[in-house]
């Protein structure tokens, strides 16, 4: 059982930068691949970023090059760092976890509550 809780959303204008954090709990955290995905109102929930345990990482082409996702599993933290903030980047961001490597957000079993980010033009 893995529980996750965000943090770091707020409203920003445009070209700025926000960084979300994820805290889980759980001695197993370091075994999970860790995502960020999004929604925006009316829109399907999409993956912003994944990371494995080791690090490896995985961008939406909508992001590649603005976000960095990063974890510390002495922590048991994962982050999303966003630089270079658009309107379209507007949504309520979800961090989750999944024991396979996956893009596909059915493969993830632990979500977050989410956290709104707000970009402003």
């Known amino acids: 059982q893995v529980q996750l809780v965000e943090s770091g959303g707020g409203l920003v204008q445009a070209g700025g930068s926000l960084r979300l954090s994820c805290a889980a709990s759980?001695?197993?955290?370091?075994?999970?691949?860790m995502g960020w995905y999004r929604q925006a109102p009316g829109k399907e929930r999409e993956l912003v970023a994944v990371?494995?345990?080791?690090?490896?990482?995985n961008y939406a082409n909508s992001v590649k090059g603005r976000f960095t996702i990063s974890r510390d599993n002495a922590k048991n933290t994962v982050t999303l760092q966003m630089n270079s903030l658009k309107p379209e980047d507007t949504a309520v961001y979800y961090c989750?976890?999944?024991?396979?490597?996956?893009?596909?957000?059915?493969?993830?079993?632990?979500w977050g509550q989410g956290t709104q980010v707000t970009v402003s033009s």
């Open positions: 989750a976890a999944a024991l396979v490597w996956s893009t596909w957000k059915e493969s993830y079993d632990y």
């Open positions: 759980g001695r197993t955290f370091s075994s999970y691949v």
């Open positions: 990371i494995t345990s080791g690090g490896s990482t």
